[in-house]
């Protein structure tokens, strides 16, 4: 799902969506407003993937700890992918972090 929900996106939506002349400008131009959007969309695919890591750990009775890795991962993943989609200034990312350090830490 998570794959599909990327390439369909970026091919069908968007691509024509950062065709508009019309996108907010943020910092000074739009590429932020286009790395922001283009982040957004895949942090749903990294969600998906996040959510069958943890639907294939339930199917096998997976302990608390493997169901709290899967998450600080997801979580992790999430940040990483955000400061450098942002280049470090969407400040979503040390509360993913944080999440991810919360759901390690709870979950140990």
Known sequence: MGTVHSYLGERY????LFRRPDLPQLFGSDAFTRR????AWHLTTLAWWG???LLLLLAQDASTA???????GTFA???LLTFLGSRGRH?????????AAAAWYATR
Do not use: N
């Not at 493997?66 to 600080?72: F, K, M, V």
């Open 13 to 16: 939506i968007l691509i024509r």
């Open 91 to 99: 400040l979503a990312w040390p509360v993913f972090l944080g999440i």
């Open 77 to 79: 993943a999430t940040a």
């Open 66 to 72: 493997a169901l709290g890795a899967a998450i600080a």
């Open 51 to 53: 959510l069958g890591v």
């Open 36 to 39: 922001t959007l283009r982040f």
